[in-house]
């Protein structure tokens, strides 16, 4: 019943490549996507679009669920959104588990991160840099050709592609997709590869995004500079970030000027970052044992790094140390008591000692520091559940809902779990079927809502809600089997 460490549950939530129907769907057209003149597609139809592609990237590769690690990329991509032109736009940030270094941005605003950039950053404005970059990309509008080249597919079919090609996939037409779509693909390989003009304006607009986020807009040329570099020295094994945006020195000594146009003396780096690149380092090495060995290593060599320190406690306590964990982070905290990412490792580290009690405290304790804060909702609701109060859980994770940002897949699997254990059973359907929306199941989602209105003792209300949400189900899928 007890999980044995907390990476099961957040880390490992994997939607690995479901048989998708690839080449079934063909014949009609997309909705107008308007021209490079700079006629635009209606917002309704480029969110519609953006969540499709959401979905075929969810059925395609495995992303990282971690609360914390979320967290900080969305907060991180929203402070750069309120800087750019278009602070009104909504923007979706993601992290992709994969260690290529990559980034990407799809349709809808929808901006992709894999954990390899992460891990390659060396600081905070690197990789607010490459976000800014992507952000750029999205409101000067270059991904227009890729849609014109999607053009001649259904809806369906040119997310799914989209997707794959973004993700890398369809450079091995075997992994991704059918053959007869290869050359699509290719097509839109070709569209998605930005024009040395639109890398430039990328560069210059998200270099004035850092600027006025208060962020070192050097981060962003020096970034590109050491990917640049790192194709000497690696030859062939060119990162995928160059592939669709190639780097040249030109291009670099231009973003250099432009981010001494705006000065230095901007916010290079927080230890934030540092600890979400411990942690995720920590997360994803081979073993517990491998991490553990590691940190200890680098403990030795630089006693002072905080961050070090973090990753070492994370990982003793992954790899079944918890005194050597909990030591460490009572002395972090001693430091820097109130710093979430403490707080709420060590109360985790407290569940799995059996310390119910101390544990879910600092779980209260926290959140009423920090009112609302996602990450420690989520850790706090499945330790609820864990300690046997699925009825408490479900009123919290219910509480969170309230909010666009919490509708995630680890939300919805929580509400799942608790009001499977406590709520009513219709509820539990609507949980699921949400569950299953977002991993693009349309036609599951429409099952478990068809049961749920079976059901009776619901108020008019719910079941009004219930009866919506299956009729929009129903027209998106409707739409995907017309075109
Ligand atoms: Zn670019």
Do not use: C
Request: net charge neutral; glycine share 8%; charged share 20%.
């Amino acid at each position: 019943m007890k999980p044995r460490h907390i990476p099961a549950l957040f880390l490992a939530l994997a939607l690995t490549t479901a048989g998708s129907s690839h080449g079934q769907v063909t014949g009609s057209q997309l909705p107008d996507f308007g021209d490079s003149s700079g006629s635009l597609i209606s917002p309704a139809q480029e969110r519609e679009f953006g969540a499709m592609f959401m979905r075929s990237i969810r059925a395609q590769t495995t992303l990282v669920n971690d609360p914390h690690t979320v967290n900080y990329v969305r907060q991180l991509g929203d402070r750069l959104v309120t800087y750019s032109d278009t602070p009104g736009y909504p923007f979706t940030f993601f992290v992709v588990q994969d260690p290529s270094v990559n980034a990407f941005a799809g349709p809808g605003g929808y901006i992709g991160i894999h954990t390899g950039l992460i891990l390659t950053a060396e600081n905070e404005s690197e990789l607010a840099g490459v976000m800014a970059h992507e952000i750029a990309h999205v409101t000067q509008r270059h991904l227009l050709r890729a849609y014109e080249s999607a053009s001649q597919m259904s809806l369906p079919t040119a997310a799914a592609m989209i997707a794959a090609v973004l993700l890398g996939a369809a450079t091995d037409p075997g992994a991704g997709m059918a053959a007869a779509s290869a050359v699509q693909a290719g097509n839109i390989q070709r569209q998605l590869n930005f024009t040395r003009a639109n890398e430039k304006e990328a560069d210059r607009i998200g270099i004035q995004t850092l600027g006025r986020s208060g962020i070192d807009p050097f981060g962003m040329p020096a970034f590109f500079e050491r990917l640049h570099q790192s194709t000497r020295l690696y030859g062939n094994n060119v990162p995928e970030f160059l592939l669709t945006h190639p780097v040249t020195s030109d291009r670099i000594a231009e973003s250099v000027q432009r981010a001494e146009e705006l000065g230095r003396g901007k916010e290079r780096n927080t230890l934030e970052f540092d600890l979400i690149k411990a942690r995720l380092d920590v997360m994803l090495a081979d073993s517990p044992r491998t991490s553990a060995d590691k940190y200890q290593k680098l403990f030795k060599q630089q006693p002072h790094n905080v961050a070090t320190k973090y990753g070492l406690a994370l990982a003793s306590m992954l790899n079944g140390d918890r005194a050597t964990g909990k030591k460490l982070l009572n002395q972090l905290m001693a430091e820097d008591p109130d710093r979430i990412i403490y707080r709420t490792t060590l109360a985790n580290l407290e569940m799995e000692n059996d310390q119910t009690t101390a544990a879910l405290k600092l779980f209260r304790d926290t959140l009423a520091l920090y009112p609302g804060d996602l990450a420690t909702g989520q850790y706090y609701t499945a330790a609820l559940i864990q300690a046997g109060q699925a009825d408490k859980a479900r009123k919290q994770v219910l509480t969170m809902l309230k909010k666009p940002e919490a509708h995630t897949m680890t939300n919805y699997e929580l509400w799942a779990k608790a009001s499977s254990i406590s709520g009513p059973q219709w509820e539990t359907r609507q949980a699921t079927a949400e569950v299953y929306y977002l991993a693009g199941n349309l036609p599951l989602a429409i099952d478990q809502l068809e049961q749920a209105m079976k059901m009776d003792g619901m108020s008019q209300y719910v079941r009004a809600r219930i009866q919506a949400r299956l009729e929009e189900f129903k027209r998106e899928l409707l739409e995907q089997k017309e075109e």
